[in-house]
């Protein structure tokens, strides 16, 4: 028992709460988004009632793929509304160079 102690961490009192409601954890607003990889290589310890760790490792596997999927979705989709956005600035300039050239001609 006093080597099982030794080996847990023991809690800062000091240190702030991180969990929202019901004790559920709350992410912080600082945090660094996930990449796949850290998700691939992440472990977890093992208890003694633990989980079997090649499923984990498959499950780990599967989320890190579809984490990539979506970082490649997500930029493409940025360049794609940054696209949008440039032509739209031009389609309203050359809307208002017209509008003056018609208020000018009048």
């Known amino acids: 028992m006093r ?3 030794r080996l847990l961490p023991v809690p800062d009192p000091e240190a702030p ?10 992410a912080a607003a600082h945090q660094v988004p996930l990449r796949p990889w850290q998700v691939r290589h992440r472990w977890f310890t093992v208890r003694r009632r633990g989980l079997d760790p090649a499923e984990v490792q498959e499950f ?14 997500v930029a493409a989709l940025r360049e794609e509304n940054a696209r949008i956005k440039a032509a739209l600035r031009r ?3 050359a809307q208002a160079a017209g509008h003056y050239e018609l208020a000018a001609g009048r």
């Open 3 to 5: 080597l099982l102690r």
């Open 17 to 26: 709460d991180r969990r929202g409601p019901a004790g559920r954890h709350r």
């Open 91 to 93: 389609w309203q300039s």
């Open 60 to 73: 780990l596997d599967r989320v890190a793929d579809e984490l990539s999927v979506a970082q490649v979705a």
